[in-house]
Structures are given as C-alpha cells and as structure tokens.
C-alpha cells in the first residue's frame, strides 16, 4: 500500500529523493530574498508535535511552512494531554479530527510514525523516531554534500560516533548507499555492532578515527546520544574525545577539499573540536541553512503533488 507521508529514506525509491533534491534546489535562492513567503501551500495546515526536544528541526519545519504560506500550530510533549495519560494512537486521532493537512511528528519510540500512519488518513512527516530514521536529515545532507561535490556516486564518507543510537546514521547509510557512495561507519565497539556491515558491500567498519579519516570526501560527525543509553557506553567524556572527536590533525588524512558536517547539536570539545567546528570547511550551518528548503520541498511534493511511500498492511489477526 502507498500512502502519502514521508516515513523514511529507507522505502524510498531513488527517483523520488533525486525529486525532493530537485525541489529542494528551486527553493534554495529563497533564503536570499527579503519577501520569502509564498502562497504555494495557502489554506494549509500543518500540526507539528513533537515528543522529543529540538532546535533546528522543529523551527526549520516551520520556518518551512510558514514560507510556503501554511499555518502551523506546534504541540510539544510538555503541556499537552500527553502528560495526562492519554495514548499516542489517541493524541493522534484528535489532532486529525481537527483536519490538518499534515502532522509532522518526532517520537522517541523507533518506529511510532510508521505505526500512526496505517490509523490515520493525514499524512505523517517523520521528524525523527527513536534511533530508527531522519528522513529530512538524511536529504539536507545530501543536498549539502550535493552542493559542494558533483556526484554521491563513489564518494568516500566517513559517519563517526555513536553510529548504533543515532537515527541520522541509519538515514543517511540508506541515502548514501542508494546512491552509491562508499560509508565507513566509525565508533567505539559497543556503538558500532557488526551487523551494520551487513547494510550494504559498500558499508564498512573501523574502530579507528584515523582510517575512517583516510581518504574521506565527506566527515560527518555524531553526537554521543546520552538520552537513549545514559553515560555507560562512554567511560569519560575526555576518553571519548581523544578517541573519537575529531581534531585539527586528524584531517590531514582527509581529501585536502573534505567537508566536515554535523546534524547539531554539537558538543564542542566531545564529538568535535571547537576549532574544527569554525573551519571554513565545516558545512555544519549550510545543513541548518539546508534544512529549510528541503523540508519546503517535502511539504509541497507532499501536499501539492501527492507525494507517497510504501507502508505495510495492518496484519489482520482476528483478535
Ligand atoms: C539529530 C536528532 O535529533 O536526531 N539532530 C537533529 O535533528 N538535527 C541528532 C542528535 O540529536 O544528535
């Protein structure tokens, strides 16, 4: 079954990524202008809600809407009935009877908007779910590698940190392999099991800042995600920081036209030097910059053009 919505990069097929990049890049010269709404998404609303904390996505969500000319209305976790007992499946169904347009949810539960959308008639944007996949972070990503490197096809990108709790990892190794880019993931071993190398044969595995580094085109680094595992994969801050944060020195292995990127929030001094996150080849604001002209293209293909992804049939089991 197709349903519209945007679950995943997973079950997306190349062609509709290539499409959400393609818009993306027409609404990209938007940032520069001064009158930077539209009207392509007037009488729209859009309800974004939002189980989990965030800077960049929620407001570059909005931002998103708001420029296409939608209204939007933002539910956090705190302050809603969610704080009153009331289940996900039912906060859900009340929103839709209010007849938005779309919902655009992020949920610490992997896998929570896959399950909503086979309930709900309203299309539903994945803002993130639980370590599963970021789908909008995976394509301002790859318009932000896009525009500073001709192709993906066969470019070295190395993913460093806590690859096995971050759900920007499991996107962009979908994307990245779709397109044919060779990913070395790279993590102290309890963050790195080796059922990724299973992923794809163009997905490999080192223990090793210094060989992920090697020859890489693309460094993006990850945050050590403390909420889903408390401190115990990391013996110290410090520790991990000389192991894998990325230093100046560390970047004389890499291509000398390497980009360094970041989903954000970075943590200065742990995943990343602060002098590494100030260099000119740290991209780490383009992608916010990025984050808006995608998740703009998201929401018109969706809303405008019927945008739809594969989801599963509701197992019928009689009970
Ligand atoms: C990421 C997330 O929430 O998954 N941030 C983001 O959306 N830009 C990464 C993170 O929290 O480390």
Do not use: W
């Amino acid at each position: 079954m197709h349903k519209r919505g945007l679950l995943g990069i997973e079950s997306l097929a190349i062609e509709q990524i290539q499409q959400v990049l393609d818009r993306a890049r027409f609404y990209q010269p938007l940032q520069a202008r001064t009158g930077k709404k539209l009207d392509t998404l007037l009488g729209k609303t859009i309800i974004h809600i939002f189980y989990e904390s965030s800077t960049r996505t929620r407001t570059s969500f909005e931002i998103a809407a708001k420029r296409l000319g939608a209204d939007t209305v933002t539910i956090t976790a705190k302050g809603s009935s969610v704080d009153k007992g009331e289940s996900l499946l039912d906060t859900l169904n009340t929103l839709a009877a209010m007849r938005p347009d779309a919902i655009v949810m992020r949920h610490s539960a992997s896998g929570a908007p896959h399950f909503l959308a086979r309930y709900l008639e309203t299309p539903i944007i994945n803002a993130g779910d639980g370590s599963h996949e970021h789908p909008t972070q995976a394509l301002l990503d790859a318009l932000t590698i896009l525009d500073h490197k001709p192709t993906l096809a066969g470019l070295r990108v190395a993913i460093i940190g806590d690859i096995v709790h971050s759900r920007v990892a499991r996107s962009n190794l979908h994307l990245l392999t779709k397109f044919g880019a060779q990913v070395v993931l790279c993590g102290p071993p309890p963050m790195l099991p080796q059922a990724f190398e299973c992923f794809s044969p163009n997905v490999s595995r080192t223990f090793h800042i210094e060989e992920a580094i090697t020859g890489a085109d693309v460094i993006m680094m990850l945050r050590v995600q403390l909420e889903r595992h408390g401190a115990s994969f990391v013996a110290s801050p410090n520790e991990y920081f000389r192991f894998y944060g990325l230093q100046l020195e560390h970047l004389q292995a890499a291509r000398p036209d390497a980009i360094v990127m970041h989903p954000g929030p970075i943590n200065r001094g742990r995943e990343i030097g602060s002098e590494v996150a100030d260099l000119p080849r740290s991209v780490i604001l383009n992608q916010v910059e990025n984050g808006i002209a995608v998740r703009m293209a998201v929401l018109d293909l969706l809303l405008t053009r019927n945008f739809s992804q594969p989801i599963e049939e509701l197992q019928k089991t009689g009970t």
